[in-house]
């Protein structure tokens, strides 16, 4: 293959990737059906955005932020069933209950192992270890400016983790079991070795004071945008959507098989951050995973990071052993 280049990388020598916008299809049908597939995604983030914004307080907390995603995630199910991008991610039976463990893992164990030892632990120890004094001032900016910083600080240091998990190798042990999947559907993003889910969510936000209505708003961006990088439904999403936010072409070209184009569209929610420093790629990509598309097994990736990383270190343990010297 030879390839697209892209700034000065090759794009696609090891694996079929489309290159730009225009050489992407788009939804075909009706009037209807074109209209509906151009603005679901921005009519669905605007009215997030106002909902969260006019809620009386009663109505505005986090069980109700939960009803929300459950019921957004079984929506984005179905649309997955009847207008699937690709007929090769249709979801399986075997696929949807993978999904739906490590769905549970995040909500149960992850939940409990981040209570004692999460970002929200770390921050409190170091602020009562230098005696610093929360930034009270963030209380006092306009409530959607407090929601899109605290989106933005978030996806800011998740671009650089997620970037370190390609370029470091003991961060990369921990997230190559992620890019092991071999399709996108809308649970895909919780599949992982459970460090990888653990590291991925760490922020640096709670250094901030912000209000609760502000955290709800940005919970929005969270749901109403990263929530499509795993999806398996096509778009005709307006311009300016793509140039802002990450899309399921974006992630699919960093799940792709080739090599340089997994290392693009780092950003989990704003890949305007990946435009900034030049990792952004716009395209999509079909064959996905790693080792020409083999699946693990749930066993192998909650092993693999520790059985991979015990394999590197005695091999290079075993390297670094002095030859023997024959007897004279």
Known sequence: MDGV??????????????????NIPRVEGGPFKQLFFTWFQP???????????YAPNSIAKASTAIGIGIGF????????????????WRLTWKEFTTDLFY???????????DNYIGDGVMIEAIQHAFNWEKFSWFTGLPLLLQAFL??????????????????WYPLWLTHSVHHYITQLNINKGAVGNPTELFLIGLGIGGFFDFLPRAAML??????????????????????WWRFLFNTTEHHSVHHSRDYEASRS?????????DRIFGTCVDGEAELLGMEGGRRMSIREQMTYTFTEGWKTLKEKVRHQEPAAVPAE
Do not use: C
Not at 103 to 113: D, K, M, N, S
């Open 150 to 167: 605290i989106a933005f600080i978030f996806d800011f240091g998740q671009y650089w983790m997620h970037r370190g998990m390609h370029n």
């Open 43 to 53: 009519t669905v983030l605007f009215g997030l955005l106002a909902f969260w914004y």
């Open 265 to 273: 569209n780092y950003s989990n929610t704003f890949v305007f951050i």
């Open 218 to 239: 940005a919970g929005t961006f969270g749901m109403a945008i990263s929530t499509y990088q795993h999806i398996n439904v096509r778009f005709n999403t307006p311009r």
């Open 5 to 22: 280049l892209v700034g000065k990388r090759l794009i696609g020598t090891q694996s079929p990737v489309t290159v730009g916008w225009e």
């Open 103 to 113: 769905v549970g893992l995040g909500y149960t164990a992850l939940r409990l192992v």
């Open 73 to 88: 995630k079984v929506l984005l199910l179905t649309m997955e069933y009847f207008f699937p991008r690709y007929e090769s």
